[in-house]
Nanobody
Framework: QVQLVESGGGLVQPGGSLRLSCAAS????????MGWYRQAPGKQRELVAR???????NYADSVKGRFTIFRDNPKNTVHLQMNNLKPEDTAVYYC??????????WGQGTQVTVSS
């Protein structure tokens, strides 16, 4: 079992930045894959960025060059640095962890609103 707690969401103007954090209840060395997903109203949940245990990272095309996912292993935390935010980035952002049995765990979500 892995518990995930997200933080860092909020209201920001277009062009601004936010950093989301996802704190895991156990060492992320024991977690195969961690990622950030988002779901906007009326839309399906989509992958934003993922970080594999091998160091591989993947991004959705819509956030490449603006978002960065990175791990803080000693703190069992994964961050999503979001720069140059756009109104279309508005969504609830969820952290997901996949353990080595391929079981998925989700956080409760944090709201990001980009608006002037």
């Amino acid at each position: 079992q892995v518990q995930l707690v997200e933080s860092g969401g909020g209201l920001v103007q277009p062009g601004g930045s936010l950093r989301l954090s996802c704190a895991a209840s156990k060492s992320i060395f024991s977690i195969n894959d961690m990622g950030w997903y988002r779901q906007a109203p009326g839309k399906q949940r989509e992958l934003v960025a993922r970080s594999g245990s091998s160091g591989s990272v993947n991004y959705a095309d819509s956030v490449k060059g603006r978002f960065t996912i990175f791990r803080d292993n000693p703190k069992n935390t994964v961050h999503l640095q979001m720069n140059n935010l756009k109104p279309e980035d508005t969504a609830v952002y969820y952290c997901k962890a996949t353990d080595w049995t391929l079981e998925d765990y989700w956080g409760q979500g944090t709201q990001v609103t980009v608006s002037s």
